[in-house]
């Protein structure tokens, strides 16, 4: 699958319609996820990192693009993948090994160790790096952290998608910002809009009627799939 099949699936989206990507965070699930008829999917860092036995942010780069790799090489549909804030890599590295996993999209955050922003213009800078190496063989979704660390001002976040849509970002992620404030996200932002929901129908359907174009759920649902594991195992024990 190309990153123009995947980026299609962003475009021309009735209100209320959203492409709902879910998190595989090994191929089994993708495989799951894919079965079921989801057109794409988007993997979590944190998710990922939990299968293989790292707390979120500190799964090591090699590891991160191995297990990309085997999620794309077990389905047949589009494959983005959450690359945090790019492991320090020059943009022409992390685009040469995120194509040599499959993957044809990716997220790029805008905070340093998901504690500090970082500034905006040099990360819109960076970005458009990304997407000169790049060209348009991945779909670069541009996390916006400002709800995350920063002091979750609404103007902010727009001014930080603004930059990075100039810089070459297919689409923008201001994660946990309240749906209530997807309007005004929507007036602002020139393109496509990721919201994170919760591992359940209803999340989304919120999300979907706030407007969002786009759905991930971040490791909500390695954790959802891992706590049914847990009370299985406790029943057994008992």
């Known amino acids: 699958m190309t990153a123009q099949t995947f980026r299609a699936l962003h475009h021309g989206r009735a209100l209320g319609d959203p492409l709902v990507l879910p998190g595989p965070w090994d191929a089994a699930s993708a495989r799951v996820f894919a079965d079921a008829g989801f057109p ?67 997220n790029l955050e805008d905070s340093e160790g998901g504690a500090t922003l970082k500034d905006p213009q040099r990360h819109a800078d960076w970005l458009a790096e990304v997407r000169a190496e790049a060209g348009d063989a991945l779909v670069i979704n541009a996390r916006v952290d400002t ?24 689409c923008v992620y201001p994660i946990l910002a309240p749906p209530e404030l997807l309007p005004v996200l929507r007036e602002g932002i020139t393109g496509p809009i990721n919201m994170v929901a919760g591992a359940d129908s209803e999340s989304v359907a919120e ?32």
């Open 147 to 170: 709800f995350l660390v920063g002091a979750g001002d609404p103007a902010d976040a727009v001014a930080r998608a603004r930059l990075y849509t100039a810089a070459g970002a297919d």
């Open 40 to 106: 794409a999917l988007a993997t979590p860092s944190a998710g990922v990192a939990a299968s293989l036995g790292y707390e979120d942010g500190a799964t090591p780069p090699d590891e991160m693009f191995a297990a990309v790799a085997r999620i794309v090489r077990a389905v047949s549909v589009p494959v983005s993948a959450d690359v945090e804030g790019g492991y320090g890599l020059t943009p022409g590295e992390l685009v040469g090994r995120l194509l040599e996993t499959g993957a044809v999209g990716c």
């Open 207 to 238: 999300l979907a009627r706030w407007g969002a174009t786009r759905i991930t759920f971040g490791p909500a649902m390695q954790r959802y799939a891992i706590g049914a594991v847990g009370d299985l195992a406790a029943r057994l024990r008992a």
